[in-house]
């Protein structure tokens, strides 16, 4: 198109003659365009129409130019906006697969817009006074899972509700584990702490599956003081174990619930892969191989929504303020707890656990650690599963023999020199636990 306009731009419908050029004269394309000034009304014919054609090749040649930078410019846009679209495109690919790696890993709670407020270290007892939140847990809606929620549940997790003085991160790492064990353990009871490592949470319990043990600790003043030598304990068995999960909190009875939470916490940032898991005390005797033989095998790796320990169904709230679980009125008005299954000793599934912790954020705080769980389970709509035999989760201390512990899972109140003693004598009649007179 430009070597045509061009050449209509050069073209004369004139002869080329030659002249002689007198006073400035020169030949533009056949047509002699003088320098001396003419009276416009005096220009020849051939220089009027010279000039018209000439503005019209220049109108012309701008037009084109206009249409050509134009189209560039729109081209640029367009491929930008294409550049941004693939983009985008792509980035939202991107987060789709991240958010569904993450839902494999972490079946995600449902949580209120405002529960990203930290949990409290109060030594009172945590208050939950909202009677229709009591009164109506058994009509709350299941949780449903979205990726809105994968996203606030990364929120959430983004900030630790409170300081680690000793944490293990990478604990589950290199393998995502069949089974962690939290327990729960006051910073004091290291002889506790020593016996659980040498009995039921020993990592030759779990047969060559993926096997977690991690005692978890608040401070107090024997942590907190100067040089303590109880903090220094602690510090050399992190050290030496790497087991020990210790945070900032004011470690005390009332605030078990809190601690409970801070399991479930870690479970859902540092573990979420994790198949199952039990939460139980430092003064209990755990059959952990009959648990993962017995009850956690069978039921397959990908079991969801499980929870299971000693039931306890209709339970009214204690009313006398001299008993270890008394219940304020003002506290909970309800007349009767949601099922719950007692803290001695309970398990569920991985999700479960960021389930609970998600839903807590929601519900007012009750320092009985059990009923709040049972609280949370009740609002997830997720029914506690009765276990295959109801001697198994024992909140009282069983009598010793091979043969009852080798059929149980859980028994209360023992000293941890008689663990020891009573996990020896276990192992030693693996085989033929009932044919014995122990």
């Known amino acids: 198109m430009r070597k045509h306009t061009a050449s209509i731009c050069n073209r004369t419908d004139e002869p080329q003659r030659s002249h002689s050029v007198q006073a400035k004269g020169f030949h533009i394309s056949g047509l002699r365009v003088y320098s001396e000034?003419?009276?416009?009304?005096?220009?020849?014919?051939?220089?009027?129409?010279?000039?018209?054609?000439?503005?019209?090749?220049?109108?012309?040649l701008f037009l084109i130019v206009l249409v050509f930078v134009g189209g560039l410019v729109f081209q640029g846009q367009w491929h930008s906006q294409i550049t941004k679209t693939t983009l985008a495109t792509q980035e939202l690919q991107t987060i789709k697969t991240s958010f569904?790696?993450?839902?494999?890993?972490?079946?995600k709670l449902k949580e209120h817009e405002e529960s990203s407020k930290l949990l409290t270290s109060?030594?009172?007892?945590?208050?939950?006074?909202?009677?229709?939140?009591q009164q109506g847990l058994e009509n709350s809606s299941l949780l449903n899972i979205s990726l809105n929620e994968e996203m606030r549940v990364a929120r959430i997790l983004k900030d630790e509700p409170y300081e680690y003085i000793h944490n293990e991160p990478y604990s589950c790492l290199l393998r995502a584990p069949f089974l962690v064990l939290l327990i729960a353990v006051e910073p004091k009871k290291t002889d506790a702490r020593d016996a659980i490592r040498k009995t039921w949470a020993n990592e030759s319990v779990a047969g060559g599956l993926g096997f977690v043990r991690l005692f978890f600790i608040g401070v107090n003043q024997d942590t907190q003081r100067n040089g303590s030598k109880l903090q220094h304990t602690i510090e050399e068995e992190s050290d030496r174990y790497h087991d020990i999960i210790q945070q900032d909190y004011r470690d005390t009875y009332n605030n078990l619930t809190l601690k409970t939470l801070m399991g479930m916490y870690w479970i859902t940032k540092y573990c979420p892969e994790a198949k199952y898991v039990m939460k139980t005390d430092s003064d209990m005797f755990?059959?952990?191989?009959?648990l993962i033989e017995k009850i956690l095998?069978?039921?397959?790796?990908?079991?969801?929504?499980?929870?299971t320990g000693l039931h306890m169904i209709d339970f009214s709230p204690n009313r006398n303020n001299e008993s270890k679980w008394y219940m304020p009125p003002e506290v909970y008005r309800g007349r009767r707890y949601p099922t719950f299954?007692?803290?001695?000793?309970?398990?569920?599934?991985?999700?479960?656990a960021r389930r609970i912790y998600v839903a807590s954020l929601?519900?007012?705080?009750?320092?009985?650690?059990?009923?709040?769980?049972?609280?949370?389970?009740?609002?997830?709509?997720?029914?506690?599963?009765?276990?295959p035999n109801e001697h198994l989760f024992n909140h009282w201390r069983v009598p010793y023999s091979s043969c009852r512990y080798s059929n149980l899972i859980t028994s209360h109140g023992l000293h941890?020199?008689?663990?020891?003693?009573?996990?020896?004598h276990l192992q030693s009649n693996k085989h033929n636990p009932c044919q014995t007179t122990g």
Not at 100 to 107: F, K
Not at 297 to 307: D, E, M, N, S
């Open 297 to 307: 095998k069978p039921k397959g790796q990908w079991t969801q929504k499980y929870f």
């Open 122 to 133: 109060n030594e009172n007892i945590i208050s939950a006074s909202d009677e229709s939140l």
């Open 100 to 107: 569904n790696s993450t839902m494999t890993n972490l079946l």
């Open 37 to 60: 000034r003419l009276d416009k009304s005096k220009e020849p014919k051939e220089i009027m129409r010279w000039k018209r054609r000439h503005r019209y090749c220049s109108l012309t």
């Open 341 to 352: 299954c007692s803290g001695t000793g309970y398990v569920f599934s991985g999700d479960v």
């Open 286 to 290: 755990v059959n952990t191989e009959f």
């Open 416 to 424: 941890p020199n008689e663990l020891i003693q009573y996990w020896q």
């Open 362 to 387: 929601t519900i007012p705080r009750l320092h009985l650690e059990d009923v709040y769980v049972g609280m949370c389970l009740a609002k997830l709509k997720i029914e506690p599963e009765p276990p």
